[in-house]
């Protein structure tokens, strides 16, 4: 597919949720804080989206994003929007979900653990972006003026085995059976270190799941981009140096954080370029004002080396 001028457009998007990061010197954690007991704040975000100006005769692929509920998902599923290269297609888990990111008819309601409730979603496909994840939740009673640590646990059938390795394999498995010509897969990096703190949240081991099924995806048979996001922020895309690494080094270094945006760029760029494809690889970021926002992205892909 052609490379297109980008145009910065700004939206607002409403969240549910909200979230806790903490890092230390070798390690990042990512918390997604969600209680039913709790009613969500709802608040405006600010986004900055690419809209790809295309020629709108040209033959659009359609891509469906899964968790188009979830933070990264709902930019992803806009950017998909808002671009005439494609027909944008959304799973999300609850019709809750739905009506939160606009209800339009091209968000599908589909439990990923449960492969037959995917299937009409991945129908004439061309590509997916898999955004899925299983979420920890903070145990009541944590008093952080007390210190200490908070506890964490996943819901029953929730586990980080149901949602990121047998979910993600139906995933992939209902999208090849579609026929499928691409999958962008975000990981997480850590996923080296088995003794990595997240994988002891909530007894999740869920960067080892996470891994289980980035290597079901490589050894799919189906062309793929696995992008293993270092620490997510809720900052602007577009305007920072995006960085690749592998085997978690970056993880021993000042930058291992990249905005959600720039993920959900990087995943729309990756169905534009061959040489993002049968390629894995970790994603962070440069602080912004240091180094030159990335805006090459076939130069980007050409780079990684990497296809594990
Ligand atoms: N947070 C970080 O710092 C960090 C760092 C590195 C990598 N990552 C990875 O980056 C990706 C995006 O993260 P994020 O924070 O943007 O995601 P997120 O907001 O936590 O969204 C996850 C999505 O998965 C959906 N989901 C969970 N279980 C499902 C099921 N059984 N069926 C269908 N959908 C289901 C959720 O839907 P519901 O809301 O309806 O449950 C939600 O929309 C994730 O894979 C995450 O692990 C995160």
């Known amino acids: 597919m052609a490379t297109l001028p980008r145009v910065p457009l700004v939206i607002s998007i409403r969240s549910s949720k909200c979230r806790l990061v903490a890092e230390s010197s070798t390690h990042f954690s990512y918390l997604t804080l969600s209680s039913s007991s709790s009613s969500h704040s709802r608040n405006r975000k600010s986004l900055s989206l690419s809209a790809a100006m295309a020629d709108s005769s040209s033959s659009s692929s359609t891509v469906l994003v899964t968790g188009a509920g979830g933070r990264t998902g709902q930019i992803v599923y806009k950017k998909l929007k808002e671009s005439s290269l494609y027909v944008a297609r959304g799973l999300v888990r609850t019709q809750e979900s739905k009506e939160s990111i606009g209800g339009a008819d091209d968000l599908y309601v589909g439990d990923i653990r449960d492969e037959s409730s995917i299937v009409p979603a991945v129908q004439g496909i ?24 908070p506890e964490f646990f996943f819901d029953e059938g929730a586990y980080p085995e149901q949602v990121d390795w047998i979910g993600q394999k139906n995933q992939i498995d209902a999208a090849k059976a579609a026929g499928v010509k691409q999958i962008v897969l975000v990981g997480s990096m850590g996923g080296t270190d088995l003794n990595h703190p997240l994988n002891k949240l909530g007894n999740g081991n869920i960067l080892i799941w996470k891994r289980k099924a ?41 930058t291992k954080s990249v905005p959600r945006a720039d993920v959900a760029e990087v995943c729309i760029q990756a169905l534009q370029f061959e040489e993002s494809k049968n390629k894995a690889f970790d994603l962070a970021s440069k602080a912004e004002g240091v180094g030159t926002p990335t805006k090459d992205f076939k130069a980007f892909f050409s780079q990684i080396t990497t296809q594990f």
């Open 126 to 149: 061309d590509a997916l972006i898999i955004l899925t994840s299983a979420v920890p939740k903070m145990k009541a009673g944590f008093d952080p003026t007390k210190g200490g640590r």
């Open 214 to 254: 980035e290597q079901y995806l490589a050894d799919s048979g189906v062309p793929y981009t696995i992008i293993r996001a270092g620490g997510l922020l809720d900052k602007e895309g577009g305007v920072r140096e995006l960085l690749v690494g592998k085997d978690d080094e970056l993880l021993k270094t000042e």
